[in-house]
C-alpha cells in the first residue's frame, strides 16, 4: 500500500478536484509506486511556452494549449527502488490501474497519453 507524498499533493494544486480524488485513491491500491513530477500538474501559459522552447512539451500554451493549463491533466513517474523511473513497462501498469479506478470508482473516462496517436506522452493523464 502506497501514498503520495506531501510534495506530490502540492503538484496537484489547482488541478480538477476529481483528479486529485482520482491518483488519491489509486496510489492506495496501485501495484507500482508513483508520484508527480516537477509541472505535473497545473501550468501556467509562461510555463507552457518554456517547456514548449525546451521541447519538453507539444503545446506552445498560445494557439496550442495543454489541457495542463485548465487544471484537466496530470503527469506521473513512477517510483521503483527509491527513485523515479520512466520506464513504459511500469508507467503501463500504473496507467492501467489509474484508468481502472477513474471508471469504476469516479466513471470518468481517464485518458492515458500512452494511447495518443502520433506523440506518445506515457506519463501524461487528462479528461475533457
Given at each position: 500500500?502506497?501514498?503520495?507524498?506531501?510534495?506530490?499533493?502540492?503538484?496537484?494544486?489547482?488541478?480538477?478536484?476529481?483528479?486529485?480524488?482520482?491518483?488519491?485513491?489509486?496510489?492506495i491500491t496501485?501495484?507500482?509506486?508513483?508520484?508527480?513530477?516537477?509541472?505535473?500538474?497545473?501550468?501556467?501559459?509562461?510555463?507552457?511556452?518554456?517547456?514548449?522552447?525546451?521541447?519538453?512539451?507539444?503545446?506552445?500554451?498560445?494557439?496550442?494549449?495543454?489541457?495542463?493549463?485548465?487544471g484537466?491533466?496530470?503527469?506521473?513517474?513512477?517510483y521503483?527502488?527509491?527513485?523515479a523511473?520512466?520506464?513504459r513497462?511500469?508507467?503501463?501498469?500504473?496507467?492501467?490501474?489509474?484508468?481502472?479506478?477513474?471508471?469504476?470508482?469516479?466513471?470518468?473516462?481517464?485518458?492515458?497519453?500512452?494511447?495518443?496517436?502520433?506523440?506518445?506522452?506515457?506519463?501524461?493523464f487528462?479528461i475533457?
Amino acid at each position: 500500500m502506497f501514498q503520495l507524498s506531501q510534495t506530490s499533493y502540492n503538484r496537484l494544486k489547482g488541478i480538477d478536484q476529481r483528479l486529485i480524488d482520482i491518483v488519491t485513491m489509486a496510489i492506495i491500491t496501485s501495484p507500482i509506486d508513483f508520484g508527480i513530477p516537477q509541472d505535473g500538474g497545473l501550468r501556467t501559459v509562461e510555463r507552457q511556452k518554456e517547456l514548449f522552447d525546451l521541447k519538453k512539451s507539444k503545446c506552445d500554451g498560445y494557439k496550442n494549449k495543454s489541457y495542463h493549463q485548465s487544471g484537466r491533466a496530470f503527469d506521473i513517474y513512477a517510483y521503483v527502488d527509491k527513485k523515479a523511473s520512466w520506464d513504459r513497462a511500469h508507467l503501463k501498469t500504473i496507467a492501467d490501474h489509474l484508468i481502472l479506478v477513474a471508471k469504476r470508482d469516479f466513471d470518468i473516462n481517464l485518458e492515458w497519453g500512452g494511447n495518443f496517436k502520433g506523440f506518445v506522452d506515457m506519463p501524461h493523464f487528462q479528461i475533457k
